[in-house]
T-cell receptor, first 115, second 114 residues
Framework: EAEVAQSPRYKITEKSQAVAFWCDPI?????LYWYRQILGQGPELLVQ????????DSQLPKDRFSAERLKGVDSTLKIQPAELGDSAMYLC?????????????FGSGTRLTVV | AQKVTQAQTEISVVEKEDVTLDCVYE???????LFWYKQPPSGELVFLIR??????QNEISGRYSWNFQKSTSSFNFTITASQVVDSAVYFC???????????FGKGTKLSVKP
């Protein structure tokens, strides 16, 4: 069964350092999403791509977060500088046709701890 | 506004008990999709079921069943004869026709004790 690949699985970083996460969606899935899940909460969208274009980044803290999907395939999410409040699970998902009728497939996530 | 409410934060049951997880949603869209996901301690979100707004037929899959009622804007999930392996956080999610992404509830943590 096709999977969404994410790396690293775990990341510990000191505050003010830079950190990056990588996601490789299921082949053929044009839509890619980055979600952030704070402990005890549901996932919340950070950014959504359709191919290489950003569709929605209204909840992305643009002063420190950036995301790219240069060739419309894999994607990188970066935080610089990291803050203590960024500690969370970062989930990547992909879907066909925006997920309507098919839902999203999620990766295993990157668990970030900022110390 | 689109919203999903899972009022039960945590539920604890003993193995073999039946348990129902509640989900109430809000949307102005006439076409929308509802989902349930399971998140075990390892962290990944596992898809369980999708329902569209035009299909109110309840569904049963093994020990799992779902009750979709548009009249009360609810999409409840029942596990029959619960097992320890069912212990996880369960999320209900909504995708409306007018929105571009899944909106999740806060989740219900289910603990099944032997």
């Amino acid at each position: 069964e096709a999977e969404v690949a994410q790396s690293p699985r775990y990341k510990i970083t000191e505050k003010s350092q830079a950190v990056a996460f990588w996601c490789d969606p299921i082949s053929g899935h044009a839509t890619l999403y980055w979600y952030r899940q704070i402990l005890g909460q549901g996932p919340e969208l950070l950014v959504q791509f359709q191919d290489e274009s950003v569709v929605d980044d209204s909840q992305l803290p643009k002063d420190r977060f950036s995301a790219e999907r240069l060739k419309g395939v894999d994607s990188t999410l970066k935080i610089q500088p990291a803050e203590l409040g960024d500690s969370a699970m970062y989930l990547c998902a992909s879907s066909r046709e925006g997920g309507r009728g098919y839902g999203y497939t999620f990766g295993s996530g990157t668990r970030l701890t900022v110390v | 506004a689109q919203k999903v409410t899972q009022a039960q934060t945590e539920i604890s049951v003993v193995e073999k008990e039946d348990v129902t997880l509640d989900c109430v949603y809000e949307t102005r869209d006439t076409t929308y999709y509802l989902f349930w996901y399971k998140q075990p301690p390892s962290g990944e979100l596992v898809f369980l079921i999708r329902r569209n707004s035009f299909d109110e037929q309840n569904e049963i899959s093994g020990r799992y069943s779902w009750n979709f009622q548009k009249s009360t804007s609810s999409f409840n999930f029942t596990i029959t004869a619960s097992q320890v392996v069912d212990s996880a956080v369960y999320f209900c999610a909504l995708l409306g026709e007018s929105q571009g992404n899944l909106i999740f509830g806060k989740g219900t943590k289910l603990s099944v004790k032997p």
